[in-house]
């Protein structure tokens, strides 16, 4: 073999090794990098005539799965009443003094107290809510889930939205 065949051969190992790290560099951010999952706790709506307006509470869990604590910025949320063209949102932005840190593999319960008037549409629940993060390091977390009777808890006698579709 020449020299130059074995400079080439050298090289391309060399090339192959650093693929190799870079892949495996890779590998270990996606591994460690912060996962964070919205769960829906309850929902509970007071019983309260129109000149009491007690508020609505939303009690949900952030999960971070990863192991990378992660801070939350902002919190925004917002209720879908129907769909299509008659779609009626609201929504409700809360944002943070200071970043609500999630450690990591753990979880934070947040309460979110929302006005009876801006979540009822003649008396019926929304069919579903969006909680979106913003998180610090500059991405974002979205998860939709929708309200079903078991979630709702205490005193609402009102129909719940598959009750009132029908």
């Known amino acids: 073999m020449s020299a130059g065949s074995i400079a080439i051969i050298i090289a391309s190992v060399s090339a192959l090794f650093t693929g190799l ?79 609500l840190q999630v450690e990591p593999f753990s979880g934070v319960r947040i309460t979110e107290k929302i006005r009876r008037n801006m979540i009822l549409r003649g008396g019926v629940l929304p069919d579903r809510f969006t909680v979106t993060l913003d998180l610090a390091n500059g991405h974002r977390s979205r998860t939709r889930f929708k309200l079903r009777e078991p979630f709702v808890t205490t005193e609402w006698e009102g129909p719940f939205p598959e009750a009132a579709e029908t």
């Not at 005539?49 to 009690?59: F, I, M, R």
């Not at 939350?72 to 299509?84: A, C, D, Q, Y």
Request: charged fraction near 25%; aromatic fraction near 6%; hydrophobic fraction near 30%.
């Open 21 to 99: 790290n870079m892949t495996f560099s890779a590998l270990t951010y996606r591994r460690v990098r912060p996962k964070v999952e919205v769960l829906p706790g309850s929902f509970s709506v007071p019983k309260g005539g129109d000149d009491k307006d007690p508020p609505c509470t939303l009690h949900i869990r952030l999960a971070n799965r990863g192991a990378t604590a992660v801070g939350v910025e902002v919190i925004t949320l917002s209720g879908h009443h129907g769909r299509g063209r008659r779609k009626h949102k609201f929504g409700k932005i809360h944002v943070l003094d200071e970043p």
